[in-house]
């Protein structure tokens, strides 16, 4: 019965509201301030259109709301909830309900990292990606993205590969999946990891609710790096959020004659973010240390178990992004062997196949 009124207050109040912050601090929750729903004006907390809107709006209109919450085991925590991740309380638009599937004490994390990027990332972003994903992953820090096609799901499926704990961030109500062939991870993260949502069930779909999500990324991490961005990127809203609550921001060099790193590098130029070449740097700059470093440093190579002699050759002449041509020279195996073993080891989850045609490790 909580959630009936949390879904109503979310209702009221919108996303991204200004006075988020405000109303987080005055202590009084969804229930109560439902309850004086006719004269919230006396409170002198809401906008004139939140006023409006509690005032002609009741628990019973929002009824169906949560029939399909309940229907699709969504739950809901308000910022008067103890559970209520405390570093999205302190942001000036604060998110008042949050909608989610999974873990939620994953936003309580000792450390977490934010890793955003392109949507449409090369071979090389995809390879730096899933290093710093898993580096971060490795060393117990929790993984933080939006679940995006390109670098926020490379990011997300390494960190889970290398057993890592990742949050997912939706710009869309949890019984819908954007993109729409992430729908199997994306179930899998709603039940061994987290997913969150500011949007209730049936809420309207707007470009605009994905630039509102990208601030709580930013919020939700103790520091923030970026993969790959090109000049206009929606991944540079996300820094100037991050930057704008004190959080550090790193970036991954790359070539200056590639668009695909043009917003990125110019974030290094302007001293906006700090370079890296690996995900240990961010973690040694937050102060953080691997909760389990013996067994990190003691990793050997990888359980090549189940897999034949020529499996294994192709995976270990494998160095960052390759096509087939490459592998075939590099293994002295036949084209055909080489090229039937890559769609094994695909299929296996072994190596991920990019756009362009090239060949890269997972594990």
């Given at each position: 019965m909580k959630q009936l009124y949390d879904i109503w207050f979310s209702h009221i109040m919108g996303v991204n509201c200004i006075n988020g912050q405000q109303v987080a601090a005055c202590g009084l929750g969804p229930r109560f301030f439902y309850n004086c729903r006719s004269d919230l004006k006396q409170f002198n907390l809401f906008t004139e259109r939140q006023l409006e809107t509690a005032a002609k709006t009741s628990v019973e209109d929002v009824q169906e709301i949560y029939e399909i919450h309940l229907k699709n085991d969504i739950k809901s925590v308000n910022y008067c909830d103890t559970e209520f991740p405390s570093r999205l309380k302190e942001i000036p638009n604060a998110p008042l309900v949050l909608f989610y599937k999974g873990d939620l004490s994953l936003l309580k994390a000792d450390c977490?990292?934010?890793?955003?990027?392109?949507r449409r990332c090369n071979a090389e972003g995809e390879k730096a990606c899933s290093m710093i994903s898993k580096d971060v992953a490795k060393a117990g820090a929790v993984v933080v993205s939006g679940l995006a096609q390109g670098v926020d799901s490379i990011a997300h499926k390494s960190c889970v590969s290398a057993g890592g704990r990742t949050v997912a961030f939706l710009g869309v109500p949890l019984n819908e999946y954007f993109p729409?062939?992430?729908?199997?991870?994306?179930?899998?993260?709603?039940?061994?990891?987290?997913?969150?949502?500011?949007?209730?069930?049936?809420?309207?779909?707007?470009?605009?609710?994905?630039?509102?999500?990208?601030r709580l990324i930013a919020a939700a991490s103790d520091a923030l790096c970026v993969v790959q961005a090109k000049e206009r990127s929606g991944s540079l809203a996300t820094v100037n959020r991050a930057k704008e609550y004190d959080k550090p921001v790193f970036a991954l060099p790359g070539s200056i004659f590639s668009p695909a790193y043009t917003g990125s590098n110019k974030l290094l130029v302007d001293g906006t973010a700090f370079a890296l070449t690996k995900g240990s740097q961010i973690l040694e700059y937050l102060g953080f240390t691997a909760k389990d470093e013996e067994a990190i440093q003691a990793e050997t190579l990888p359980d090549y178990s189940g897999l034949d002699e020529t499996a294994i050759t192709v995976l270990q002449v494998m160095d960052g992004a390759m096509n087939a041509n490459m592998?075939?020279?590099?293994?002295?195996?036949?084209?055909?062997?080489?090229?039937a073993t890559l769609t094994s080891l695909e299929i296996d989850g072994w190596v991920h196949r990019t756009d362009s045609g090239e060949y890269i490790r997972t594990k």
């Open positions: 977490t990292v934010g890793i955003i990027g392109s729409k062939t992430n729908k199997s991870f994306q179930d899998k993260l709603c039940a061994e990891h987290l997913v969150v949502s500011e949007y209730y069930c049936t809420y309207h779909y707007y470009s605009s609710n994905f630039i509102f999500r990208n592998i075939i020279r590099a293994s002295g195996l036949k084209a055909a062997v080489v090229k």
